[in-house]
């Protein structure tokens, strides 16, 4: 069974930087992409990055140029730098574990606030 643990929330004031980290355990395919959504109050959870363990990203247009994801294969974790963050990047961020042929797997969340 996979876990994913996510850390690096918190709370920074508008324009401050945070970087998330998830890292998976257990058993899992090595061909795979791993990356965050988000999901603020009374939103839809929605894409905020992903990486293929090839190393391809995509990214929501709401974050190109301010977040950076990146993964080190060899500890199963993924991060994701933000940068110039702001308010309406408030939200849980959730990392999941996509497979081919299998359900997404879900972290916990982790809460990051940005004050304006």
């Known amino acids: 069974q996979v876990q994913l643990m996510e850390s690096g929330g918190g709370l920074v004031h508008t324009g401050g930087s945070l970087t998330l980290s998830c890292s998976a355990s257990?058993?899992?395919?090595?061909?795979?992409?791993m990356g965050w959504h988000r999901q603020a109050p009374g939103n839809e959870r929605e894409l905020v990055a992903y990486?293929?363990?090839?190393?391809?990203?995509n990214y929501a247009d709401s974050v190109k140029g301010r977040f950076t994801i990146s993964r080190d294969n060899a500890k199963d974790t993924v991060y994701l730098q933000m940068n110039d963050l702001q308010p309406e990047d408030t939200a849980v961020y959730y990392c999941?574990?996509?497979?081919?042929?299998?359900?997404?797997?879900w972290g916990r969340g982790t809460q990051v606030t940005v004050s304006s």
């Open positions: 257990g058993r899992f395919f090595e061909i795979n992409s």
């Open positions: 999941a574990l996509v497979q081919i042929g299998l359900p997404n797997t």
């Open positions: 990486i293929t363990n090839e190393g391809r990203t």
